[in-house]
């Protein structure tokens, strides 16, 4: 059985391969690389194939597949400030890409399809009341709502194929790419620049460490046999300002943090909830964000040199 990985070079992605690989898994990436000066995450272990191709092409993706294979899509436009600015090209990449990746499926006779979602399809609210309820308010989260929308479809329509959605909080940790708030905070403050808050900082949200985040994808794409909805999350939440000071107090930095005007639509909190993965897997955090925080900047420190021209 081999697993085949969308979005395999990217932050999540380059951890997801180095946990199947350090356990003897046949693994295949498709990543087209596109907007990265540097690959986020170096590979433990670089016997891995990997196709260079964009997935929103189903018949150019038809020959990366193989019948029997297990699907780990990750691959998306996951930034919600750059959906703003793009946000046509965001659906193209969120929606048209999982649709032509679920064709390409069905027809080579995929196993297993195990696809990355994001709490942000609930909309602003602390409590998941149904998971067929979305309110998305953003043209980021809206693209992963029309795209869960799609995989619902394709559960209704294709039985054969265990397809399983996996709603995350905020991923964290070392190598992760400058358009989120810890690596361009830690990046920012190593090279004594100012934090820049979108309105006051009072939105909050909850962060996982990226090899938990690993683990639960990997239980899911080992072991999940039935098509279903499952979510993974911290119950702690914090401001963008608390994580701005998390940050600059480590740094010890002093007047660092201003603010700007808030973006258009910035909800104020995301809900947590994983008892459906506990409850089936005995999948849960193992640490918290003060815990990884230190090591991820210190990551950012070592390889400042890559980043440094990007924030």
């Known amino acids: 059985m081999r697993y085949v990985v969308t979005g395999g070079c990217g932050f999540i992605g380059s951890h997801v391969i180095n946990l199947l690989t350090s356990k003897g898994k046949k693994v295949a990436i498709i990543d087209k690389i596109t907007n990265r000066k540097t690959i986020d995450s170096q590979f433990a272990h670089?016997?891995?194939q990997h196709f260079y191709m964009d997935i929103s092409d189903p018949q150019l993706t038809e020959k990366a597949l193989l019948p029997g294979d297990?699907?780990?899509?990750?691959?998306?436009?996951?930034?919600?400030?750059?959906?703003?600015?793009?946000?046509?090209q965001t659906t193209i990449s969120n929606v048209v890409g999982i649709h032509s990746l679920l064709a390409a499926c069905v027809k080579k006779g995929v196993k297993k399809i195990l696809v990355m979602s994001t709490d942000e399809v609930y909309g602003s609210t602390d409590?998941?009341?149904d998971v067929n309820r979305l309110d998305p308010a953003n043209p980021y989260s809206a693209s992963k709502a029309a795209a869960d929308m799609i995989v619902s479809a394709y559960m209704k329509?294709?039985?054969?194929?265990?397809?399983?959605?996996?709603?995350?909080?905020?991923?964290?940790?070392?190598?992760q790419f400058i358009n989120n708030i810890i690596p361009?905070?830690?990046?920012?403050?190593?090279?004594?620049?100012?934090?820049?808050?979108?309105?006051?900082?009072?939105?909050?949200?909850?962060?996982?460490?990226?090899?938990?985040?690993?683990?639960?994808?990997?239980?899911?794409?080992?072991n999940a046999t039935k098509s279903q909805v499952y979510h993974i999350g911290h119950n702690d939440a914090f401001s963008n300002l608390?994580?701005?000071?998390?940050?600059?107090?480590?740094l010890g930095l002093k007047n660092?943090?201003?603010?700007?005007?808030?973006?258009?639509i910035n909800?104020?909190?995301y809900p947590a909830d994983s008892t459906d993965i506990f409850r089936d897997f005995g999948w849960k955090p193992t640490r918290d964000i003060d815990d990884f925080l230190p090591e991820t900047i210190e990551w950012y420190k070592e390889h400042l040199d890559s980043f440094r021209e990007l924030v």
């Open 184 to 222: 361009r905070f830690s990046i920012l403050g190593l090279l004594n620049r100012p934090f820049t808050l979108h309105g006051d900082g009072s939105a909050q949200r909850r962060y996982l460490w990226v090899k938990d985040a690993a683990m639960a994808i990997y239980l899911l794409a080992e």
């Open 127 to 129: 409590k998941i009341v």
């Open 267 to 269: 909800d104020t909190i």
């Open 70 to 88: 297990v699907v780990i899509h990750l691959a998306a436009q996951s930034h919600v400030d750059v959906s703003f600015k793009n946000p046509v």
């Open 256 to 264: 660092y943090i201003s603010f700007e005007k808030d973006r258009l």
């Open 46 to 48: 670089h016997d891995v």
């Open 157 to 175: 329509m294709h039985p054969e194929i265990t397809i399983t959605t996996l709603r995350s909080n905020n991923i964290a940790g070392p190598g």
């Open 242 to 250: 608390e994580i701005a000071t998390k940050i600059g107090n480590y």
